[in-house]
């Protein structure tokens, strides 16, 4: 059975958040409210993947989107 808060997160429509993105974004913050109540910055120094050498990080642009894409002005 999937994570609802991973599925809430990849279902922001035009939220550009995939499984592999929603996954890190919970296991950092915990819960979908949570992370979407995230500054910019916060959001952005996520790192995504499972392998640790080819990790990168969510970034400043894509945390934009997704927040603005839920309503939040950033």
């Known amino acids: 059975e999937r994570n609802p808060h991973i599925l809430t997160l990849m279902g922001v429509k035009n939220g550009g958040v995939g499984e592999e993105i929603a996954k890190a974004l919970i296991e950092r913050f915990g819960t979908a409210y949570y992370t979407l109540s995230q500054d910019v910055d916060s959001l952005a120094e996520t790192m995504v993947g499972d ?23 950033t």
Do not use: E, S, T, Y
């Open 51 to 73: 392998n640790p050498d080819k990790q990168k990080r969510f970034g400043p642009i894509r945390a934009r989107k997704l927040l603005r894409a839920f309503g939040r002005n």
